[in-house]
Each structure stands twice: as structure tokens, then as C-alpha cells.
């Protein structure tokens, strides 16, 4: 079965940075959209970064110029470079991966992400 597994969440002091890491199982990675979501308590999951297949990306309008999203096709991980944290990006975050054309849609268990002095 697919596995995607978090990791690289922690505590981080505002205006710092932190790396997130999802290693994905998929036999065709490089074909899946994959996505990084993140989700506060009592707040729904919201979107945070993708990247395509081929490369393209979407942000949200809260992390553009602060978050990049990466990928390794050879090494099966996406990757999402967090920069000038603030304590509203405290949050779960999940990693994601999706082929629309198969229906397939894929989730980690997620990882903390907690931004504090």
C-alpha cells in the first residue's frame, strides 16, 4: 500500500525556519501532484504548497516568500522549506499526493509544527 511519511516538525521561535520531509512509497512518483497541507485546531485543512509532475507550484497567499516546495523525484520525497515562521503557522502538517486522473489521493499522518518564543 502507499505510505507517505512526515518528518522534520518541531518547535521553532518566531522568524525561524524549519524543513519538512515527506517520503512517499508511490511506484510512479514522479507523476503524482504532490501537496503539503496544514491544519490548526478548530480550523479546517487548508492548502499550503503543491507541485506538479512537471514542476509547477501553487502557494497560499500567507506562506508566498517564506515557503518553498521542493521535490526529488529520485529520491521519492517532497520537501517544504519553511522561512520567517510566524506563530500563525503553527499548525499539523500533512503531506499530500494525488493523481486526479486515477482517482488517487494519498495522506501522512502528519507532522507538528509549533511556532513560539
Known amino acids: 500500500q502507499v505510505q507517505l511519511v512526515e518528518s522534520g516538525g518541531g518547535l521553532v521561535q518566531p522568524g525561524g525556519s524549519l524543513r519538512l520531509s515527506c517520503a512517499a512509497s508511490?511506484?510512479?512518483?514522479?507523476?503524482?501532484?504532490m501537496g503539503w497541507y496544514r491544519q490548526a485546531p478548530g480550523k479546517p485543512r487548508e492548502l499550503v504548497a503543491s507541485?506538479?509532475?512537471?514542476?509547477?507550484?501553487n502557494y497560499a497567499n500567507s506562506v508566498k516568500g517564506r515557503f518553498t516546495i521542493s521535490r526529488d523525484n529520485a529520491k521519492n520525497t517532497v520537501y517544504l522549506q519553511m522561512n520567517s515562521l510566524k506563530s500563525e503557522d503553527t499548525a499539523v502538517y500533512y503531506c499530500?499526493?494525488?493523481?486526479?486522473?486515477?482517482?488517487?489521493?494519498?495522506w501522512g499522518q502528519g507532522t507538528q509544527v509549533t511556532v513560539s518564543s
Open positions: 499530500n499526493s494525488r493523481l486526479a486522473a486515477l482517482g488517487a489521493d494519498y
Open positions: 508511490l511506484k510512479i512518483f514522479s507523476i503524482y501532484t
Open positions: 507541485i506538479t509532475g512537471g514542476g509547477s507550484t
